[in-house]
């Protein structure tokens, strides 16, 4: 993760929101945030140093005790829907305005995707229809009327709409077929703050106690939902009276939208993946931030904002190898690298979807390296001496996976990785899961033994120079054995069933 700081002029300090200034402008590098002195200012992000510059505003006035919000939607065209007390303003791209509508109740939250438009205000949620052509407002549905709704969201497709209120009822709409109501339920913690669609499978729900729940949808053409988990991500030592001036706040990553991010507790950033509820990363900021908005920009990066009007660029090496495998489109996803007792291991991109045998959910582990261009996959079960995108993957242990790639051991046990260079190279790798778990790494020269527990190296053998030279030692057909006998293994090299080189060594 790389974080990077950078201060807005003076005079734009961001509005204080329970569901973040920063809005989402789909499509390019950029995003807006509404300010405390009644202005909205268009960010840009620079896609290499990650400067965040102001490349434009509209001012609408300081607005008091009344309600600010705002949102962009690019689908038919750019189009920018501001909530300013009781108004309700449209604007191009270009900040002219095209339309206004009087509002029946100050707007605490506005989402917008193309022709569909929800404010959520005290006394429910108003779905609005803003024609393309004349950009004028028709009011088509009323929604938890005389309950005060917090916020809604749109999936990235726009066929789905999440609505919270702020008792805690959460619903999910079909757009497409004129709001009709496909999934309903109370979440065990009030005043939800945030919505977000990772792709169009799971929606996340986030309370500003920290209480974070994703949803499923069956599948892509599927109209049912179910809760799929439910977790708490506070702190034990975060303190109530500390805990009440933030917000919890989630984004999707767009180029692993399975992966979602979650400002809580102030401080904390947390990316977790939402088909298994698991927490992947986690960052602490220091105790003087009060994080209080988040956006995704682009691929592979997240901008938040704290009270004293800071803005912090987060980038994940992870989406920016993922955002590169898409523009070179050349991958195949879904690539089975192993299957053996444990389960199969999926290589989908540069992330593993390990699926069990026992019948327990798959789970996906990121990779924690990044190829330049991908990983081939012709080349994972035979890795070759000369290339730094060979794959080889083990399934030892039940909570044990270990990818070699390139020069480097990947061991990935009590869910987190932990990586071991290997200087003699790699030609070929073999297992031992009889004792103690054992990795043998066949080099051009030399031999290794690998606790993989520790990753150390237990021993180092040479191979004979006669046996290097060998034509079969460099056939794509050759294949290494291990057969363990107590402290001891016996390692084989066979080549079209034919073994011309055996050794014995320590483990």
């Given at each position: ?268 950033m947390d990316i977790i993946d939402a088909s298994t509820g698991r927490r992947v990363h986690h960052m602490t900021f220091p105790s003087h931030v009060h994080l209080m908005g988040l956006v995704a920009v682009d691929d592979n990066a997240m901008l ?204």
């Open positions: 993760m790389d974080v990077r700081k950078v201060a807005l002029p003076a005079g734009f300090a961001p509005y204080s929101s329970w569901n973040s200034s920063l809005s989402e402008f789909d499509g390019a590098s950029t995003c807006s945030m509404t300010c405390e002195n009644g202005a909205i200012i268009a960010l840009e992000v620079h896609s290499y140093h990650r400067h965040v510059k102001v490349v434009d505003q509209v001012r609408l006035g300081v607005i008091g005790l009344e309600r600010f919000c705002h949102a962009w939607t690019s689908t038919p065209t750019a189009r920018l829907a501001v909530a300013h007390g009781d108004t309700l303003f449209i604007y191009d791209d270009k900040f002219e305005r095209r339309s206004e509508l009087q509002l029946p109740f100050f707007a605490k939250h506005v989402a917008f995707h193309g022709a569909t438009l929800v404010a959520s205000t005290s006394n429910g949620a108003y779905v609005y229809h803003v024609c393309p052509t004349t950009v004028k407002c028709i009011l088509k549905h009323q929604l938890y009327s005389d309950v005060p709704v917090g916020l809604a969201a749109f999936s990235r497709c726009g066929a789905w709409c999440g609505i919270a209120a702020i008792d805690g009822r959460f619903g999910l709409w079909n757009v497409r077929t004129a709001m009709q109501l496909e999934f309903s339920t109370t979440l065990p913690s009030a005043r939800p703050t945030s919505i977000a669609f990772s792709g169009d499978k799971y929606a996340v729900v986030a309370c500003k106690d920290a209480h974070v729940a994703v949803f499923q949808r069956d599948n892509a053409s599927s109209c049912t939902w179910s809760q799929l988990s439910a977790f708490s991500l506070k702190p034990e030592s975060v303190a109530s009276s500390a805990a009440y001036m933030s917000s919890t706040l989630v984004a999707a990553w767009k180029s692993v939208p399975v992966f979602f991010s979650v400002v809580h507790s102030s401080t904390h938040m904002q704290d009270m004293q009007g800071t803005i912090f660029s987060v980038t994940w090496s992870f989406a920016k190898a993922m955002a590169g495998c898409t523009r070179f489109g050349s991958f195949q996803d879904d690539v089975a690298v192993y299957d053996g007792a444990f389960g199969t291991l999926y290589l989908e991109r540069q992330a593993l979807r390990r699926t069990p045998r026992n019948g327990q959910p798959s789970d996906v582990l990121p990779l924690p390296f990044v190829p330049p261009h991908g990983i081939d996959p012709s080349n994972r079960e035979e890795p070759n001496p000369s290339s730094t995108t060979s794959l080889s993957v083990h399934w030892m242990r039940q909570d044990y996976v270990v990818v070699v790639y390139g020069h480097a051991v990947y061991r990935y046990a009590r869910n987190e990785w932990a990586v071991a260079v290997v200087p003699t190279g790699v030609h070929r790798v073999a297992s031992s899961t009889d004792g103690p778990l054992v990795l043998v790494v066949l080099g051009q020269n030399d031999l290794m033994v690998l606790d993989v527990d520790t990753l150390a190296t237990t021993s180092v053998h040479a191979v004979p120079p006669q046996v290097s030279a060998l034509p079969a030692f460099l056939a794509p057909s050759m294949t290494m054995h291990v057969e363990r006998h107590a402290s001891t293994a016996l390692v084989r090299l066979v080549d079209n069933d034919v073994e011309f080189w055996r050794y014995p060594v320590t483990c």
